[in-house]
Nanobody
């Protein structure tokens, strides 16, 4: 019953835009810090952006000014709006929910984003 499902990935040309969605179920999302991570082939998973339960946001330096994370608690969904995409943004993007007090962490299955040169 507890799961995160990402959607919105696909193929996009460099300079284009894409919006990812993460639908949460089985959790009370306002109590969680939500985040997006990504992993490119042959590379380690890296943090992209987070949004706290008080709507404070953080971003990796590589995406600042280009990506925006947001949440809609009524829909139990978190989004990642991506603009000015670069080939180096190509990766599998994973949604994450973290409840620090309960020391619990939930991961989605991931969605592939491919940015062509």
């Amino acid at each position: 019953q507890v799961q995160l499902v990402e959607s919105g990935g696909g193929l996009v040309q460099a300079g284009g835009s894409r919006r990812l969605s993460c639908a949460a179920s089985g959790i009370y999302m306002p109590m969680y810090t939500m985040g997006w991570y990504r992993q490119a082939p042959g590379k380690q998973r890296e943090l992209v952006a987070t949004i706290s339960n008080s709507d404070l946001t953080t971003y990796a330096d590589s995406v600042k000014g280009r990506f925006t994370i947001s949440r809609d608690n009524a829909k139990n969904t978190v989004y990642l709006q991506m603009i000015s995409l670069k080939p180096e943004d190509t990766a599998v993007y994973y949604c994450n929910a973290d409840h620090s007090f309960m020391q619990s962490e939930i991961w989605g299955q991931g969605t592939q984003v491919t940015v062509s040169s």
